[in-house]
C-alpha cells in the first residue's frame, strides 16, 4: 500500500514537472511584417533575361510556404540553348534581423547565400553574398530587385569587384494574368 501511495506522489510529481516545462515553452513563432513585404512577389510570372547579348524566356513562381516564413521560387527557362532550372529561397531571420535566402540551379554544383533589406519605400530589395562566378571561382555577389509595379519587376545580378559592381544579368518580369 505505501509503495502505491509513494509511486502514485512520484507520477504526480513527474507529471507537474512536465506540465510546467511546457507551459514555460516559448510561443511559436509566427510570420511577421517582414513576411508580408515578401507577399508581394507572390504569383506566376514571364521572365526576359539578358546576358550581355543572349536574351532568353522562362517562367517563375514565387509562392510563401513552410508556415508562410519562406518565399519559395521555381524557375525555368533557357540559357543558350540549354534548358535552366533553379530553386530559391528567401526568408526573414529575426536574429540577424535580415532577409536571408539562397540559391541552387541546374548549371552550378554550389549554393548561393546571401543576406539583404528592403528600402524605407518597400520598393527595392537589395542583397550581397557569396556564390560561384563566371570564371568557376567563388565571388561577391549582389542583386536588386526593383518592384516596378504590382505586376512589373527588374532584378540584376552583380558580381563585386575592387567596390565596382559589374552587371552579370537581368531579368525583367511581367506577372501573368
Not at 164 to 177: C, G, S
Request: proline fraction near 4%; charge should be positive.
Amino acid at each position: 500500500m505505501k509503495t502505491r501511495v509513494l509511486r502514485f506522489i512520484c507520477c504526480g510529481l513527474v507529471l507537474g514537472a512536465l506540465t510546467s516545462a511546457l507551459v514555460a515553452q516559448p510561443p511559436m513563432p509566427k510570420p511577421g511584417p517582414e513576411h508580408d513585404m515578401l507577399k508581394k512577389l507572390e504569383g506566376d510570372w514571364d521572365a526576359a533575361a539578358k546576358f550581355g547579348d543572349m536574351e532568353s524566356k522562362g517562367t517563375a513562381t514565387y509562392k510563401m510556404g513552410l508556415g508562410g516564413f519562406w518565399l519559395l521560387l521555381d524557375y525555368k527557362g533557357d540559357f543558350g540553348g540549354m534548358k535552366f532550372e533553379g530553386k530559391g529561397a528567401t526568408g526573414y531571420d529575426p536574429n540577424k534581423k535580415k532577409y536571408v535566402s539562397t540559391w541552387v540551379d541546374s548549371m552550378s554544383p554550389s549554393l548561393m547565400t546571401m543576406e539583404g533589406a528592403f528600402d524605407k519605400e518597400g520598393k527595392t530589395y537589395t542583397e550581397t553574398g557569396e556564390g560561384m562566378g563566371m570564371d568557376g571561382k567563388l565571388q561577391k555577389m549582389k542583386s536588386t530587385i526593383e518592384l516596378k509595379d504590382n505586376d512589373t519587376m527588374l532584378f540584376i545580378m552583380y558580381t563585386v569587384g575592387e567596390g565596382k559592381d559589374q552587371e552579370m544579368f537581368r531579368i525583367n518580369y511581367t506577372r501573368k494574368k
